[in-house]
């Protein structure tokens, strides 16, 4: 069965709506991702540690202080 013209315009129309969509989406992750990074570098690193090793040791420290509040 052919698809009329109002389908197809309409498909057409939804696949450019998400292609958008997702190309803000990921240049908001990017920018934030960005932002992020540059705080813990410049204010929470410890001497010698990367970003990646400064992220990991808050999560850990989060993780630990969230622990000590379930058992208070």
Known sequence: MAKSKLVKANEKIAEKVTT???KIEEGTVRGFTKISDTFIDQFLT???ESVEEAKCRLNE???QREENR???
Do not use: A, D, L, N
């Open 46 to 48: 410890r001497e010698g």
């Open 61 to 63: 420290e989060q993780r």
């Open 20 to 22: 958008g969509y997702k």
């Open 70 to 72: 379930k058992r208070v």
